[in-house]
């Protein structure tokens, strides 16, 4: 099942993804984990009647995507309620990312296709058993994982499923490219760590092998029957250009140039407002500030969206504006969000695309 293109999005007024952690409560314990998540719910947790008008507001920022997150989503006891609120009340595309747990695999999917959810997102971070349940930290999350892949085929909700690759697992790509062939899911989308949270410096792979990653991305999306897209690896976008001297395939499935802060939006469960849930640089919290108002207006929103302003390597490439490498891995690594992306081996060749 390919995506539709979407149609122009003026990135300074609506991001075309936001993401909402809804609670950070989780029973697993990824090794990656951006959010540190926890057993139980936070108490200060944006409580329900707050999460109904936030979702009123998101509704008047437009986002093209809603992207309910934890934690583990499933762990909110009004989950339905929000789904519908959003889907129903306000027609926005409302995704879901649930963590592979026993509580999953207990839920009605039908229920949730009939809430709302247009799409679900779940992650397979090891090509096999024994490397995804050390990856998540709990044994069996690999099986439950197919078994939700399962039960979503059957409630016809369409799956994303989520990779995470590091140092540890890049070797496993052609592995993990045969499993999404098994598991037909409608994307495949690829992150490249981010030393956040639980994540650290030595789970990042060497650039050249990043590169390497990418190229074979791009031929495994040809011959494949889903969608393949990267997450914090912008430079896949640059990889698709190189190959075809076209942008057609690689604003199929987004505009170009979506990175932190520019198309993509983050709320915490307290309501903290960033540009991504990778990029912690607090601009707002929606208990007392503007949704809409920070990410239009907010000098680091503003910033971010400024092409001019990256430094290194990414400030000198012809491939600036459509891909932008990522500002969060920059943070993470060099302590500045506009320094060049660690993970990028390309050397510029200081020309127009054109």
Known sequence: MKSPPFGPLDLARSPFILFWEITRACALACRHCRATAMPRMAPDQLNHEESLR???????????????????PMMRPDLLDLIRHAHGSHGIHTSLSPSATPLLLRTDFHELKSAGVQRMSLSLDGANRPSHDDFRGVSHTFDRTLQAVEKAHQADIPVQI??????????????????MFQLRPAMWSVFLIVPTGRAAMEDLPEPEEVEWMLERLYQIAKEAPFDVKTTEAHHYRRVVVQHERSADRVVRRAPPGIRDGRGVAFISHTGDISPSGFLPIVAGNVRHDSLCEVYRNHPLFVNLRDHDR?????????????????????????????AQDPLCSYQPKLASLN
Do not use: W, Y
Not at 54 to 72: N, Q, S
């Open 310 to 338: 990256l430094k290194g390597k990414c400030g000198q490439c012809e491939f600036r504006t459509l891909c932008g490498g990522s500002r969060s891995r920059a943070l993470s690594v060099h302590g500045d969000v506009f």
């Open 162 to 179: 989520n990779t995470t690759i590091h140092r540890g697992n890049i070797h496993e790509l052609e592995d993990f490219a045969d499993l």
């Open 54 to 72: 936030l979702i009123d507001e998101i509704a008047r920022l437009d986002p093209k995507m809603l992207v309910l997150t934890g934690g583990d």
